[in-house]
Structures are given as C-alpha cells and as structure tokens.
Nanobody, 125 residues
Framework: QVQLVESGGGLVQAGGSLRVSCAASGRTLRGLGVGWFRQAQGKEREFVAAINWSGSSTYYADAVKGRFTISRNNAKTTVYLQMNSLRPEDTADYYC??????????????????WGQGTQVTVSS
C-alpha cells in the first residue's frame, strides 16, 4: 500500500514562510496528482492546493491563492507546498494525498486516497 509522508511543518511567526514536503516512501507519486489539505482543531479538513501530473496544472483555495505555491520535482517523487505570508488562521495539520478519482473537483476530499499522517504548522501572531 502506498504510504505518503509529509515533513517540514513547524512554528513560524505571522508573515513568515515554511515549505512542507510530501513523498511516497522512496518511489514515484502515482495516481492523477497530489493534493494538500489542512485541518484545524475542531474544524473539517479543507482543500489547500493540488497539482495534476497531466500538464502540471495547479489549483488553489481562495484563502491561500497568491501566498502558497504547489510544485513537484521532475522525478515526481516529492511534492512541495511553499507557504509565504503565513497568517495565524493557516495554523493546522497539513496532509497530502494522491488523487485517484476522475470526475470530482480537485478540491474534493473524496477524490483522494493514500493520505499521509500529517505535519503540524503553527503560525503565531
């Protein structure tokens, strides 16, 4: 079974930057692409960004557009989420997952499978 591993979370002050990574245990990331989601304490998991292998199209939630950038390495072994101008409301556990279903929006949790364990991002004010 595919196991995705997130890394790079941590504590940062508001206005700062962090880069989180998503890797598939030493093999290439497969499926249709990879998405990043986040879940703040007491809230539902929400879409952050996604990248599709076909054409390397990228998608962003309105809340992070212009501040976050999703990218991948050429070998498709790692997907990155560069987060700039961080705000306290970005505080959450960040998860990556492989997109496995067509016909659903990139922002839909149900389009994804093989979730990682998450990495915590805390933004202090």
């Amino acid at each position: 079974q595919v196991q995705l591993v997130e890394s790079g979370g941590g504590l940062v002050q508001a206005g700062g930057s962090l880069r989180v990574s998503c890797a598939a245990s030493g093999r290439t990331l497969r499926g249709l692409g990879v998405g990043w989601f986040r879940q703040a304490q007491g809230k539902e998991r929400e879409f952050v960004a996604a990248i599709n292998w076909s054409g390397s199209s990228t998608y962003y939630a309105d809340a992070v557009k212009g501040r976050f950038t999703i990218s991948r390495n050429n070998a498709k072994t790692t997907v990155y989420l560069q987060m700039n101008s961080l705000r306290p409301e970005d505080t959450a556990d960040y998860y990556c997952a492989q997109r496995v279903k067509l016909g659903l929006p990139e922002s839909s949790v149900t389009a994804y499978d093989y979730w990682g364990q998450g990495t915590q991002v805390t933004v202090s004010s």
